[in-house]
């Protein structure tokens, strides 16, 4: 500490710590208060405490000065909150006469007030300002009492409200601004009070003296308020969170804990929707160029999020994706409105009027639409029907509500629009309202239903990850998930091969690059899916990984087998002798008139997905029993290219279509015995095959000859170990729903890559390590020859340094093979222990797509394969 000379002393600086509702509600909280407080003062500090009301206490104070409110039912809410307060004062082990006697009175004075009748504005601020003095008053002689020297200082007395130009009635008085200009003698004024102090949040004066009130959630301004005030050393808010979060843990509980964030991300964060700062709490901060610390107050040790001034070496990345509801657009057709002067402020006059803000804008040449924010604006049907009248004076008028906007964060946006393309084409298949892009280039959003936002976030964030958008691998920036914190110290679940190590690395030593499977895998991932009770049979893509002895696994796990070639057939049939034919599909794409008939001569089930076929070899279907692939228009999928589906895709039949191929089937005098579709790969929501099982068995019903159904595959793998696995549980209830409804269709699935990937790994060995302009690249010696995937979809595989295990992480590199291409990068910006020439990297999640797409591009040999039984 090299501010002050002696704790405690005047010229000590301030650090202020702001607790929120829960942070406030029980005696063990207060407890961590007082310890925090004395570690900070211990620390040379001279502190502020700045509290909200105990939960739930601001939201029945609205409630009890709500206009409309009969007076019968006001004294009811007002003892209910007289008898909650008195029972925490008791459980603070306090008096509540003593020390909340005269609040009590006040409470229920003010329900008795005259202005309550008309719920006058400044009443309304009287009532709400109540939550914070109870908790403040309670807090302060519950930490005196057990030692602590603190004094109760009233909020009012020194944070002043700022009367802004055009402000409604309502914000002048229920959403103000705080001055931050201290007034002449504050800072003496202030001093004087102590040298601990605890104040409330939410609530200030205006320049009559009379009480005004920060806005829902403002506390946490009020502390950043005081913190500009008196020059901190730093604002603390203490929480029930962590931290700020890439986005909102709750909806996607991959989201990762945001460790340092700059003060205007930090604000577009939390304007755009994260609730845990108070949007306008960072302004304060910035300006006075204070540090905001977040805190989590059951974890105190846990070091959050610290926002503060930008960082020079900044790169720029979506650093959160977040979310608001209860948006409500306003559309306005304006007749003649391109190159007429004046049109735009006729149109905000009247928002103006309406004492309404406008948040987002889009315009065209004839029609503009607004967002209006309902954290800004009271917006009520009242208003917005008045708003609407006098706006059909100027334009016609339509109001599309609810809305949410769903905004991405992060500095230099316009730089990374070539990564957002597999986001964007998400929101294509919503209904977009209006997409904004900010002038600060920090931030891109999109105003979509309500009704759709949710579900849209898991994936969104994934997407942006996978596209390497958000940046997940820069430490300095990026935690721990969510997930990870919630899990806590249970360990994660540690890989087949961690416990196979030493044999890996003996396999390492009879040559590299090696692809190791682990059969065991193999068997839990079939059995998973064997317990899915709804489904009649499953198959498994050989494409995924054809060799022999995964095969003969699966063979023996009850599978068939989905083959794409004549080459795949020949393959199962050499590798299973005996196999019934029954066991065996082939869904071929645009393949030659000699592949269907090498299939049809081993009698294995044909698919086919257009009607060439028919039309042109139709001897061969002749009295055969067919599947038929069905394009439902979309595709899915975690990149462009294993989308399979969509008018994009060359896969499938359009359901426009369905009739003319049916004709022509029956003309042939082939029954369309199944119906197919395959939408792509990397799904992880369940609900997707219940989308796909209700098209399949709409068409179905349209036709009538169908016996069975194949919903594909896709199922989702992470990329990472510690994530959440592929649901096998909702995908298990889900299919028994679709089952229940049309139990007359065989249901049949074939996945591929879920069965075998993390079962696969690939050992590589290193080659040279060498640092070029400050990145640090680890060659190894096998690329994208090898490993196709990380360059033709981006995929994420993790890497670990075998030979290195338990060393910690030291070095961020890029993972690079030996191929003359820029595009051969296995991995990018990843943490391995220091790392060296001749070390084993291990390339996880390759037993799928791995060895089956390796090539000899450049004259490198092939991969070898081993297998663990
Ligand atoms: N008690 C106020 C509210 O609930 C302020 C706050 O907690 O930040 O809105
Ligand atoms: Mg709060």
Known sequence: MTHTDSPGARSAPWVVLKFGGSSVSSRTRWDTIGGLVAKRKSEGFRVLVVVSAVSGVTNA?????????????????????????????????????????????????????????????????????????????????????????????????????????????????LSVNCRLQ??????????????????????????????????????????????????????????????MFSANPRQVPQARLLTRLDYEEAQEIASTGAKVLHPRCISPCREARVPLWIRDTSRPDFEGTVIGPRLADAAPGVKAISTKRGIVLVSMDG?????????????????????????????????????????????????????????????????????AAITLVGRGMRSLLHKLSDVLAEFGRERVHLISQSSNDLNLTFVVDEAVAEGMLPRLHELLIHAQAMPVEETAVFGPSWQELERGAAPLPSPWWAQRRQVLMQQAGQGTPCYVYDLPTVREKARGLRRIGALDRRFYAIKANPHPQILRTLEAEGFGFECVSAGEIEHVFNSLPGLDPTRVLFTPSFAARSEYEAALAHDVWVTLDSVYPLRHWPELFAGRDLWLRLDPGYGRGHHEKVRTGGSGAK?????????????????????????????????????????????????????????????????????ERGADPFDLDALAHTLAEAKALCPQYSLWMEPGRYLVADAGVLLLRVTQVI???????????????????????????????????????????????????????????????????????????????????????????????????
């Open 335 to 403: 007749i003649g409105m391109w190159q007429q002067v004046g049109f735009l402020a006729d149109v905000f006059e009247r928002f103006k009027r309406h004492g309404l803000s406008v948040d987002l804008i889009g315009s065209s040449e004839a029609n503009v639409t607004v967002s209006l924010d309902p954290s800004d604006n009271l917006v009520t049907t009242d208003v917005l029907e008045r708003l609407a009248a006098d706006l059909s004076e100027v334009c016609r008028v339509k109001v599309i509500a609810p809305c």
């Open 182 to 243: 201290p007034e002449p003698g504050f800072h003496e004024r202030f001093a004087a009070q102590g040298d601990t102090l605890i104040t409330q949040g939410f609530i200030c004066a205006d320049d009559d003296g009379r009480t005004a009130i920060l806005g829902r959630g403002g506390s946490d301004t009020s502390a950043a308020c005081f913190g500009a005030l008196l020059g901190a050393q730093r604002v603390e808010t203490w929480t029930d969170v962590p931290g």
């Open 61 to 173: 104070l609205v409630a009890l000065s709500a206009p409309g409110g009969d007076i019968a039912q006001r004294r009811e809410q007002a003892a209910a909150l007289e008898t909650r307060h008195r029972t925490f004062a008791q459980e603070l082990g306090l008096d509540p006469e003593t020390v909340i006697g005269d609040l009590i009175a006040q409470l229920h004075a003010l329900v008795d007030d005259p202005r309550a009748a008309v719920s006058a504005l400044d009443w309304q601020a009287d009532v709400l300002a109540l939550g914070e003095l109870f908790s403040s008053r309670l807090g302060s002689a519950y930490l005196s009492a057990n030692g602590l020297d603190l004094r109760w200082s009233d909020a009012r007395a020194f944070l002043r409200a700022q009367v802004l130009p055009n402000q409604s009635d309502w914000a002048a008085r």
């Open 651 to 719: 896969f499938g039949l359009p359901l426009a279509a369905l009739e003319d191929f049916a004709q022509e089937a029956r003309r042939v005098g082939a029954r369309i015995f199944g119906l197919h579709a395959h939408l792509g790969s990397g799904i992880l929501d369940a609900s997707h095959w219940r989308d796909v099982f209700g098209r399949l068995a709409a068409a179905a019903e349209s036709l009538g000859t169908i016996s069975a159904l194949n919903l594909g595959g896709g199922l989702g793998v992470p990329a």
């Open 771 to 869: 640092d070029k302009g400050g990145v640090l690249r680890v060659g190894v010696d096998g690329g994208m020859n090898t490993l196709l995937r990380p360059a033709l979809y981006n995929a994420r595989h993790e890497v670990f340094n075998l030979s290195r295990l338990d060393e910690g992480d030291a070095i961020s590199c890029d993972v690079v093979g030996p191929i003359c291409e820029t595009g051969d990068v296995l991995a990018r910006r990843r943490r391995l222990p220091e790392t060296f020439e001749g070390d084993v990297l291990l390339v996880d999640t390759t037993g799928a797509y791995g060895a089956v797409m390796a090539s000899a591009y450049n004259l490198r040999g092939l991969p070898a394969e081993a297998v663990l039984e």
